[in-house]
């Protein structure tokens, strides 16, 4: 980094609002959370961005890491990385291309202590402090949260081969270790860092896991999703147990496109229950209750390049933007309270009390309920 960009960057952390791991003085925060699943289209980045979205109105510091090379939290989040021509001619009389913003590719490149300080950009969404929480605001008024994301791109995916075992502590040295003696990590900046991950059991997949203390498991209640459950729990815990990171723990599994009228789901939810009760360690994993649809307003919000919040003040979309708000909302205090947030139960309050009676069941539990009964 040039001195002007140095100097740039130290003020847009200076205004950053400090995290309550900061103002509580604690200074090993298990606060980074991956959202993982073996079997690829749960809707990892949807939940993600919901979460993100939630984080924001409860007035906290969240960062995004795009884990996946396809890019898709990148460009959910208004972030897409694009290449950009460098004023250099390559071999052959081509113009040699660069990205125009830094990315996980150097992150990962650097190898450095705390150099996700570096290289979060924040995400240009918008929201009205003086709107109403019901209607897209801040749940406390005139306080709305940060949230920042480093993107990446397709080059992501080829950049672990002929890594060694050392090479897979990359991220974990960036996000976890300050920069410098008696520094902040960059972790520790932000109350929740969410991971969207890619599928598969790739050492990328090995290298997040790596940087993360806490995993989500995201599936559909359909015979290859509940399949994926013990696949996606033996991965982590042969990088908790094999791969040198023994503070990575599970914390919940979301079903998502849940249909709580499904025969098929029922069936393979009850069956789980079944394993989980007969003792089979294989799928023991904390069911959570609040449950994701399917809704065409996460597509639309993604397409439009803004958080789904952002429709709670339309009439056509409203009923199921404010469905799948209180669903990211009701995950996200959920996360927060199984990570130690100082926060998470003043927050949780404050939302019961916001929603009132038009709590959707789907943010309760109630439908997960009534269709697993």
């Given at each position: ?40 289209g ?27 090379p ?27 291309m ?5 990315t996980?590719?150097e ?6 202590d ?32 940060t ?62 896991l ?9 599936t ?10 013990a ?15 023994p ?9 998502t ?28 994993i ?5 449950r994701?649809?399917?809704r ?21 979309d ?38 009132g009676?038009?709590?959707s069941?789907?943010?309760?539990g109630?439908?997960a ?5």
């Amino acid at each position: 980094m040039t001195e002007v960009e140095t100097d740039e960057r130290a003020e847009v952390i200076a205004q950053l609002p400090p995290s309550a791991w900061i103002r509580d003085g604690i200074n090993d925060p298990k606060n980074s959370v991956a959202i993982l699943g073996k079997k690829g289209g749960p809707g990892k980045t949807s939940l993600t961005q919901l979460i993100a979205d939630a984080g924001v109105r409860l007035g906290l510091n969240i960062l995004a890491l795009d884990g996946d090379p396809q890019g898709n939290l990148s460009i959910a989040l208004d972030s897409q990385v694009k290449l950009v021509p460098t004023g250099k001619i390559g071999l052959g009389g081509k113009q040699v291309m660069e990205p125009d913003r830094d990315t996980m590719v150097e992150v990962l490149e650097a190898d450095t202590d705390g150099v996700i300080d570096e290289a979060f950009q924040l995400v240009p969404w918008t929201y009205n402090a003086a709107a109403e929480f019901q209607r897209g605001g801040p749940l406390i008024p005139g306080r709305l949260g940060t949230l920042a994301i480093v993107p990446t791109h397709n080059p992501m995916e080829d950049i672990s081969r002929g890594w060694n075992f050392s090479d897979l502590n990359r991220l974990d040295k960036a996000l976890n270790n300050p920069s410098k003696p008696q520094g902040i990590a960059p972790n520790r900046r932000w109350d929740l860092v969410l991971g969207d991950m890619l599928p598969g059991g790739s050492d990328l997949a090995r290298a997040f896991l790596k940087a993360m203390r806490r995993y989500i498991v995201l599936t559909t209640a359909e015979p290859f999703g509940m399949n994926a459950i013990a696949n996606t729990l033996t991965f982590a815990r042969d990088v908790r147990d094999n791969w040198g990171n023994p503070e990575l723990e599970d914390i919940g599994l979301v079903f998502t496109s849940y249909r709580p009228q499904s025969r098929v789901a029922n069936a393979e939810i009850a069956d789980l229950r079944a394993q989980q009760d007969s003792g089979n360690e294989a799928v023991k994993i904390e069911v959570w209750k609040p449950r994701v649809s399917s809704r065409t307003v996460v597509p639309l919000a993604q397409g439009y390049r803004v958080p789904v919040s952002r429709f709670l003040t339309e009439r056509q979309d409203r009923g199921a933007a404010a469905e799948l708000c209180q669903v990211g909302e009701a995950l996200l205090l959920k996360t927060l309270d199984k990570i130690g947030h100082p926060d998470a139960k003043e927050l949780e309050e404050r939302w019961l009390k916001a929603w009132g009676t038009d709590l959707s069941p789907w943010a309760t539990g109630a439908i997960a309920e009534k269709g697993d009964l």
